[in-house]
């Protein structure tokens, strides 16, 4: 049973750039939610995903977008990238309905911004 | 949501026992109380929820008291390999609520 896998591992962007970052959820989840990690502090939430459409958002500028596939998979799109972006990006999948507040975690994309 | 407060850092020698305890005083009647375990470089795992009093699995222990205003995440024995950071989180179930995450208690196991 595969778990939550996110693509690519690192990467590094110019200031003003675009980045798409991807997260296939653990099989049988049906919701992904996005999460910030900054070095030092703990995640914070993005927004969350779940039936293709956003159905929460945290506290980030429009400049973070996001996208769900039929296929339960997801897409995060940062635009204009700035200095402060840089950090670890986890993805999180849950089945809605579970009645527990266990989210299973990816390893996370570590982003760069230059 | 409930705001919890817990120890920056601690240390600790193999196979001690480990307490680490989270304040939470303004937790609400639906809340639950869950922890998380965080690695370098890796996302962060579910170790245990709970909502009173104790629970147990085969990783920790959750001590709740009756007020519910604070909690204990225990770790029997530890190992190198429990060296991460640990999260308390308060808020209400289901499992796609969002997480809201402190900076977390970052445990250092010695040799």
């Known amino acids: 049973d595969a778990g939550v896998t996110q693509s690519p591992t690192h990467l590094i962007k110019t200031r003003g750039q675009q980045v798409t970052l991807r997260c296939s959820p653990k099989?049988?989840?049906?919701?992904v939610s996005w999460y910030q990690q900054a070095l030092g502090q703990g995640p914070q939430f993005i927004f969350q995903y779940y039936e293709e459409e956003e159905r929460q958002r945290g506290n980030f500028p429009d400049r973070f977008s996001g996208h769900q596939f039929p296929n339960y998979s997801s897409e995060l799109n940062v635009n204009a990238l700035l200095l402060g972006d840089s950090a670890l990006y986890l993805c999180?999948?849950?089945?809605?309905?579970?009645?527990?507040?266990?989210?299973?975690f990816g390893p996370g994309t570590r982003l760069t911004v230059t | 949501l409930a705001k919890t407060t817990q120890p920056i850092s601690m240390d600790s020698y193999e196979g001690q026992e480990v307490n680490i305890t989270c304040s939470h005083n303004n937790i609400a009647t639906n809340d639950y109380i869950t922890w998380y375990q965080q690695f370098p470089s890796q996302g962060p795992r579910f170790i245990i929820q709970?909502?009173?009093t104790k629970v147990t699995n085969e990783v920790a222990s959750l001590f709740i008291p009756a007020d519910r205003k604070s909690s204990t995440l225990s770790l029997p024995r530890v190992s190198l390999s429990d060296t991460a950071v640990y999260y308390c989180?308060?808020?209400?179930?289901?499992?796609?609520?969002?997480?809201?995450f402190g900076k977390g208690t970052r445990l250092s196991v010695i040799a």
């Open positions: 709970g909502y009173k």
């Open positions: 099989s049988g989840h049906d919701t």
């Open positions: 999180a999948s849950s089945l809605t309905g579970q009645p527990t507040y266990e989210q299973y």
């Open positions: 989180l308060v808020g209400d179930s289901p499992g796609n609520t969002p997480l809201v």
